[in-house]
């Protein structure tokens, strides 16, 4: 049954912090519209268009990428029946992963690339597993 639950809450964490991710993404773009011609929701549009995007287009993008893997590892933290930071860095690896494929996807800025990989993903998966778990 642990195994299960362990399991689940890899599962848990990565759906819950993909929805905290796009809520953010989407909220963003009302906050910080894109420029002008430029369609957020078309990857090809992006692509084209990323050298329109200035420093603050990237806000909401950097914490998207922090809070939703915040709020994954969180939830990996709260569901795991064991192992509590080793799951929730689970969940930060995973979303790491993704943000690593979408550097290739993406051509963002390259202080942008740096700053998401290194600040948006491990650190906050550790801490919501150090917060959320203890040392168990």
């Known amino acids: 049954m642990s195994i299960l639950r362990n399991v ?18 989407i909220a963003g773009n009302s906050v910080i519209p894109a420029p002008a011609g430029v369609d957020p929701a078309n990857m090809e549009s992006l692509k084209a268009s990323m050298h329109l995007f200035g420093p603050e287009h ?13 709020a994954g590892a969180a939830i990996a933290s ?3 029946s064991s192992h509590k930071i080793t799951f929730a860095m689970a969940v930060g690896v995973l979303f ?3 943000g690593i494929t979408n550097t290739f996807m993406l051509p963002a800025p390259i202080w942008f690339v740096v700053l998401d ?5 491990l650190p906050t998966a550790y801490a919501a597993g150090k917060i959320l778990g203890g040392s168990r």
């Open 8 to 25: 689940l809450a890899v599962l848990l964490g990565a759906i819950g912090g993909s929805i905290v991710n796009m809520g953010l993404i």
């Open 58 to 70: 990237f806000v909401f993008p950097f914490l998207a990428h922090a809070l939703g893997t915040f």
């Open 78 to 80: 709260l569901v795991a």
């Open 96 to 98: 790491l992963l993704g």
């Open 117 to 121: 990989l290194i600040a948006a993903y």
